[in-house]
């Protein structure tokens, strides 16, 4: 049986050079997504960040004894707001966003169903659980269509992208005669919880289309 690692099957979505953006066709994926509002620091995305890796690993197991076995890949969010100088500015009150965590093609929405009804009857067990029945209850099967993107890598702490942003916001996408075809797109390739802020690895991925 040979295990899906999202990360080398489809490498070029994972991957970038700082400095330098990418134009790439992002196919339709699934996702197992949750959506919220707010500081990305806070307590809620916290939560929902937990009750992702609930799910996914729970899929996984449940992929696993099929026979399907993958690698849970890393944590990706969709970052939205009325205004995108939200961003620039880095006024994270003003942040929507969608925590998720790609799933194999053949995971249907039934199957992430039964998953999360196991992981919220198990929760009730857990004397201080890392997430919450209604964050858990939150967590759905979607789907992503973002079609032609720009992407680059962005090394650093998460705060120091608006510069990069702004560089592509405000002098590459008007260059190239683009405008926004969907929300503001990270991949977290580092832990957060164990690697030094200077030393972050994210994705930055930008869906666009022609004005």
Not at 22 to 39: F, K, N, T
Not at 77 to 100: E, K, S
Request: aromatic share 8%.
């Amino acid at each position: 049986m040979k295990k899906l690692d999202f990360k080398r099957t489809y490498k070029p979505e994972y991957t970038g050079k700082v400095g330098r953006w990418d134009d790439l066709v992002i196919p339709s994926m699934p996702y197992a997504m949750v959506d919220g509002q707010g500081d990305p620091g806070g307590a809620d995305f916290g939560k929902a960040i937990a009750a992702l890796y609930s799910v996914a690993y729970g899929v996984k197991f449940k992929c696993k004894a099929a026979e399907q076995d993958f690698t849970v890949p890393p944590l990706e969010a969709l970052w939205m707001a009325d205004d995108p100088t939200a961003f620039v500015r880095n006024d994270r009150a003003a942040w929507v966003w969608t925590a998720m965590i790609r799933l194999p093609k053949h995971v249907l929405p039934d199957m992430l169903e039964q998953v999360r009804e196991t992981a919220l009857s198990k929760l009730a067990k857990k004397k201080d659980p890392p997430t919450d029945a209604d964050t858990l209850g939150r967590v759905y099967h979607g789907r992503l269509e973002e079609g032609r993107c720009l992407q680059t890598l962005h090394v650093g702490p998460y705060a120091n992208e608006a510069a990069t942003l702004a560089h592509l916001h405000d002098e590459l996408m008007p260059g190239q005669g683009l405008t926004f075809n969907g929300p503001h797109h990270e991949i977290y390739l580092s832990d957060a919880r164990r690697v030094a802020p200077e030393k972050l690895k994210t994705i930055l991925r930008q869906p666009v289309v022609p004005k």
